[in-house]
């Protein structure tokens, strides 16, 4: 029904930069909140950045002030800048979505992409 799939993901320097995309394709009729989480192995999978339609953001704070959620509504798309990597920021990034899928359905479902590998080396 919907896909998402991650992009963007890589090995980098700490200091580094990273922009992960996430479109959603198939039938949508409207997305509400956009989200980023990531995981690591034997962790549970961590809340990263929220954006809404509208463009209310949370962050983690862990990521405040060195990364950036932000989505093209008319691409379905949710993006993540990253900067100021750390190795800490290592971990499988995964974007999620709010989907509603026809107007009569009246409710939102949340799909997941399949993840996307981020690793900072020191």
């Known amino acids: 029904q919907v896909q998402l799939v991650e992009s963007g993901g890589g090995l980098v320097q700490a200091g580094g930069s990273l922009r992960l995309s996430c479109p959603a394709s198939?039938?949508?009729?409207?997305?509400?909140?956009m989200c980023w989480y990531r995981q690591t192995p034997g962790k549970q999978r961590e809340l990263v950045a929220t954006?809404?339609?509208?463009?209310?953001?949370t962050y983690a704070d862990s990521v405040k002030g060195r990364f950036t959620i932000f989505r093209d509504n008319a691409k379905n798309t949710v993006y993540l800048q990253m900067n100021s990597l750390k190795p800490e920021d290592t971990a499988v990034y995964y974007c999620?979505?709010?989907?509603?899928?026809?107007?009569?359905?009246?409710?939102?479902?949340?799909?997941w992409g399949q993840g996307t590998q981020v690793t900072v080396s020191s």
């Open positions: 954006i809404t339609y509208g463009g209310s953001i």
């Open positions: 198939g039938s949508i009729f409207s997305i509400n909140a």
């Open positions: 999620n979505a709010d989907v509603r899928l026809t107007y009569s359905s009246g409710i939102y479902q949340t799909f």
